[in-house]
């Protein structure tokens, strides 16, 4: 009913004047008040007598123009949340979120939040941190210019803490095997690791079914050797916790980056790590709900071995895999005559090492610009690579010391040199 309604029917005597109190929710007092108004001066004398008067929380005009002036000549590209914050940190203006945002909307210069999507039923958070990890890259104009990056992030999902956060050039392996060993190194082993399916984390043998858990991608792999379950996402509102997290992260990161005046991506990750990382946990961790810590410290001296792209090649009667179109020579070992015929393991390790393993033996080694890392066995000649095809960056540099050919060979530009009855190609 109206409040019209009640009073009339308390008038008529049909309801008492506390039964009416009661309907509309006010205390007798507050109705006697009402009623003795009522008589005097009418319905009129029901009305708010505040109203026509100025408020006593009403902000200033001077303090008013002072937010607008900041937001349109720099704080232009943040968010509302992010941009009170900064009234607060920065400029000493305490004044409520909700006057802030409607401030803004009123004049025009953020348009109001379109209407939410449909309910959802939000997963509880695990109770322990190091139980789930999230991780998802977010490719965005972090610069505000024509380049786009991807920033790879870690969180915990009990928390919401960043244990890692990084821009680099393309989610893939090798940057997804970079973050997830900084973690280990720093935090230890975690129980499960959520992601969503991309063909680095799993392989799905048809789109929108089921991912194929027999067949492990290189970071399957990994984690498998570590013990850590890895859990797929099936939408994106399944990781809607991640999804959040890189909102917040696309609204202030870039904003940050132009403030402190910061053009590159090398200058940027450190940024990240030596300052905003902690500053965004200081803002956006929340505790867990339980004491404690799953995370396990780790034992393990093979993380090089274990976060490294690993290949399976068997090597030819002459000692040599095929790899990379390349052919790498494999040197004489003391420990075994020949490895021909034998199945070695191609390790490329984060750092552009290039390593192969027969076993637990190591039977060569590579750096990334191509050079002999391996200490020469006894008798050896160096490490040889033959590229048939084309010459490759990470290619080893042929050997100067002459070979000996059983079969004649077209002239070269350098005259042979006649020793011993035998031709040598200088």
Known sequence: ????????????????????????????????????????????????????????RRVSLETCEQVLRLYQEKYFDLSIRHFHEKLREEHGLELSYTWVQQALQ?????????????????????????????????????????????LLVVLDDATSEIYYAQLVEEESTRTVMTALREVVEQKGLFCA?????????????????????????????????????MIPAYSPQARGRSERNFGTWQGRLPQELRLADIGT???????????????????????????????????????DWIFSTQSERVVARDNTIAFRDQTWQLEKTRWRYSLAGCAVTVHEHLDGRTSVRYGPHVVASWQA?????????????????????????TSLEISPTPRDFHFPTAPTATAPVQKKGRTKAA
């Open 1 to 56: 009913m109206k409040l019209q309604d009640v009073l009339l029917r308390a008038m008529a005597k049909k309801i008492t004047w506390w039964q009416a109190a009661e309907i509309i929710g006010v205390t007798d007092r507050t109705m006697r008040r009402w009623r003795e108004r009522l008589e005097e001066h009418g319905y009129n004398g029901l009305a708010d007598r505040r109203k026509g008067k100025p408020s006593f």
């Open 106 to 150: 009123g004049a025009g210069l953020v348009k109001k939040r379109s209407r939410r999507g449909p309910h959802r039923r939000r997963r509880e958070r695990r109770p322990l941190p190091g139980m789930l990890l999230h991780i998802d890259g977010s490719k965005h104009r972090w610069f505000q210019d024509e380049r786009w990056y991807d």
């Open 193 to 229: 690791l959520y992601s969503d399916r991309g063909s680095h984390f799993f392989l799905t043998p048809k789109a929108g079914e089921p991912v194929d858990k027999q067949r492990l991608t290189q970071v399957g792999r990994a984690m498998k050797e570590l013990g850590i379950q």
């Open 265 to 303: 991506r090398e200058a940027a990750n450190t940024f990240l790590r030596e300052r905003y990382i902690a500053e965004f946990n200081r803002k956006f961790t929340v505790p867990a709900k339980e004491r404690g810590t799953a995370f396990r410290k780790t034992g393990r001296v093979d993380l």
């Open 369 to 393: 610009s191509g050079g002999i890392e391996q200490p020469k066995p006894r008798g050896g000649k160096g490490g040889v690579v033959e590229n048939q095809t084309a010459v490759s960056p």
